[in-house]
């Protein structure tokens, strides 16, 4: 490693009853590639923004280039050559590409100048754009790519990457790859903050891993194997679920030529989609975000009607049914948005069981509602699934991520429900919990339930699903054996390609 | 600096203090704003808040708590629930005055007949001229998604204008010398929404605003279609997912919110008011909006609410005969209570802290 | 009856004078609303600038002066909102119908002693010869100055959005202000800046209103024109261009029933004067029942609250 670019010393933050960073200190060299690993909640964004600027360290103090570097907004951590690529949240969908670029830059040339360095640029780093396009008309890949070249064009000392492979497809990754090395070879550090073991183990030469908002360890990824990493940043021996064989069992669900026009501006819309569900199986659905699969989810659960035929469970046409029929019915569903979706964030966990229980478990009589069984059955949530609150009482919103998704998946597990749909059910989610998650969904199926588990994470679908299929733009591909997909195959399919093999 | 930061759950606590600290607020601001007017500041608030009550002429004033209360409480109920779905009805104003159109309409077109069956009759249509009213906003959100907010308003001048044309025209009275208005319905037995007991200020408008307060109240708490109602406030996605058809919700809310204006309406055109007249309406659909806030969206909170404002009613005018304030200094009075209402609100929902370093707002 | 008595040339030059107030007002409201906030105080805010407007004008004879103060009432009310909305988080809803009922209330308060009063007379361009071309004279040439520079405002306000890097960064916080303080934008200063622009063209359009239109001061005389407004920004999907259009559009009917009241057409005057209220909710409808076309243009983050955390 040649000279040291950043170097952080004892930086801490709390916030109240979190200690977000307890003093962290690393060094980042020139050209390097460091790699930021932490599990979700251990400290790695807020690490990151008190670099970026946006956010102040409580302690501790930071030197850039041998300068003490003390940034008090984005605006003059970007003047000290360091630029961000946020994993959301920093893109204007209504806004062109060359818009969104010169938002990200201190002084932006005029608009004719700044197209044509745009393109100069993309294709200097194989990053293809046209500059006069909408960002919310791009897919994620490309919507990256305005990120990227909007740091690019900065020429930042550092590049900071939050999270970039988690909307890519596997071919998307690799050609990231070679930008980032393209990049490192001419003198930029790059800190790359990921979950993904392997990942940072083909790209990065040194790794800080954080825990809790500790750090833990700074060393060689390449040098551990994926494990060693792993228990690091979880901090105990991984339980894995257990893979199953599975007989499958009759055809339970079936959709036919399911078609849906989008629902906004820049929405996905779903065509003519067609799959058999067996009882007792898990069908694993991957893709990357945004091509489809929360409008995939809406028409199973029945927010999103559809004509009757286009959904049959066990024969019946079930399309135009609306959710609580659905659900008298027992075709359960958890979407991905756990706050503001699957639960109203200001109602209290009683409330939020009513929410999709009250049919099922018999909650109301004439339309007046029973609170006292709607908490006992809140209770039963919180305990089967081991739900870390102080109680029934509490809103939504007070409970982590993770056991928030516990509360969520028990509460339609725990309704017996004859097909369960879940969306990203352990996005965000801490490795314990996603386990346990991941556990439940497989129990659910053993007991003869059919599950459809919408996913980005190829190594949860790989993991619990017994047939899989992708979503591309709102098309499904052909349903397969999960056991003979390869992941170079899988990642051709979440790209497009028809079938794989 | 001061920081603001989001509480784990709502204080309980600050969700009853608020409207008490906002009402002590305005006081002060009040008392401010009518210094400046050259009044004295102590004296205005005294006789605004405590001379109706406790005063010598309170016999007379305490009575007019309840008919100035009613109508408030009646509209204020009916748009609480559409605010709390998000379903925004600021067009009260013209439901009151259609609803009181529809039931004086038919009084006057079967005078001087005699019935039991004429006032329950004008109850009746009066509910639906309010309940007619606020379907156009309702059928042209849910058909073509148009702003209810714009829409209800903008027939708040339109209801104006029939109010006036009415008052001109079809309904003016006969032998009224050629003045505007209707005849007098306190002069028509059948018709009258006359006190329950005499000097009570008790009549059918503020039995009706009570029934509505407990009928709300058991259907926010008990009822299915109250639970959906604040499921669809707190989060239209989520309640979606629970199966809540939205445009059901939004004929729900805009009709009961409308039918209640014009049961307002009426009761007041057939009592205390009497007469289809140009000036009948006094901009009780608007105040109630502030006494829907000021409640907290809660039936009860609602009922202290209403009769509160009725209270800076009757005060006001006081204070104007007696201090010779503006009429208009009680609707700048009431504007800053809801604008404190909303300040102090933060408290429930946020924590303000001293913090060192850092600005977070 | 006689409609004949109705010039065409001076309907249009007249309603250019009758839509000023709105265009004015909705001008405004429409920077706000490009920030990400629905302000619905806008009645409010016209209401106090018609009166300190008309107050100030009376007290130093200048209506030019009137016209500051006018921007600075409805500035200074405004700021009411953004504090309220920027700082205490309230619900836009609610605290934009605070600042109409205050705004109200507030008025016809300080108008109490200006009622009946004649102001002084604004500025009217007349230029020899040329303001007495026909039809374009009229039209064009003989306007009080306010008009010209409403029309100048329109304009100012189209290129700062699409020119400047300023109104970048103004649609950007109104697009997403999680993304515009992810990049170190001040959405809560921007959005303030915002409100009080809106504050004080709204001030500007109620000054129009009784110095120059009425010109009177009576309580209550916006009569719905700040609501009016607000239905122009929607029918205007968002562009300023559009929003000369409809001001013009509702003046054009404002002005075509008063002078249809003149000569005496057959329809009562309380229906005629319904009119513009009942073309607002018409045009409102055709907007909504094509919104995927409309929608691309109303700012994302829309009347959402904006707090940072972590």
Redesign the interface.
Known sequence: MNQTLLQLDGLSKS??GVI?NDHVSFKIGSGEIHALLGENGAGK??LV?MIY????P?TGRMQLGGQSFAPS???A??AAGIAMV?QH???????SVA?NI???MEK?PKSSALSMQITKVSHTYGLPLDPERLVGDLSAGERQRVEIIRCLLQDPKLLIMDEPTSVLTPQEVTTLFTTLRKLKSEGTSILYISHKLEEIRTLCETATILRNGKKVATCDPRENSARQLAEMMVGATLNYAKARTVKLGEVILKASNLSLPPQ??FGTSLKNISFQLHKGEVLGIGGVAGNGQDELLACL???VLTSPNAIQLNGNNVGHL???LR?ALGIL?A?E?RL?????????LT?NS???A?VRKKL?SA???N?KQAREFAQRVIDEFDVRTPGPQ??A??LSGGNLQKFVIGREVLQDPNVLIVNQPTWGVDAAAAAAIRQSLLDLASKGAAVIVISQDLDELMEISTRFAALNTGKLSEIQSMAKFSLDEIGLLLGGADAAG | MLRVEKRPSPSKTWGYLAPILAVIATMIGGGMMFALLGKDPFEAIRIIFYDPLFSEFAWYYRPQLLIKGAPLILIAIGLSMGFRAGVWNIGAEGQYIIGALFGAGFALAVYPTESVFIFPSMIILGALGGFLWAMIPAILKTKFGTNEILVSLMLVYVAEQLLASMSLGLMKNPEGFGFPGSRNLQQYASAHNAELWIGSGVHMGVVFGLIAVIFAYVMLARHQLGFHIRLTGESPKAARFAGVNPNRLIIFCLGSSGALAGLAGLFEIAGPSGQVNIDFNVGYGFTAIIVAFLGRLNPFGIMLAGLLMALTYIGGEIAQSSLGLPSAAIQAFQGMLLFFLLAVDLLTNFKIKWAKTEIIV | MDLSAISPTLLVASLMVASTPILLASIGELVVEKSGVLNLGVEGMMITGAICGFAAAVLTGSPMIGFVCAALGGATISLVFAVLTQYFLSNQVATGLALTLFGLGLSAMLGQSYVGIKPPTTYKLDLPLISDVPILGPILFSHDFTVYAALALVLGVWWFLKYTRRGLILRAVGESHDAAHALGYKVVRVRVLAIMFGGACAGLGGAALSLVRVPQWTEGMTAGSGWIALAIVVFASWKPERILLGAYLFGGVAVLQLNLQAAGVSIPVEYLSMSPYLITIIVLVAMSANRAKSALNAPAALGRVFHASR
């Not at chain 1, 600027?53 to 102040?56: A, C, I, N, S």
């Not at chain 1, 949240?89 to 806004?95: M, N, P, R, T």
């Not at chain 1, 503001?340 to 209290?348: L, S």
């Open positions: 916030y109240p977000a964004s807020t923004k600027g946006l956010v102040r409580d907004e984005p605006r951590a970007r946020f949240f920093s893109l204007f969908e209504a806004l818009e010169a938002l990200g932006p906004s501006a659960s029945g927010e609306t959710p609580n659900r569903a979407p948005e503001g979706h699957a639960a109203a964030p200001d109602m209290d409330e009513m929410l999709t009250m109301s339309g007046f509602l609170w509490s809103v919103r007070s």
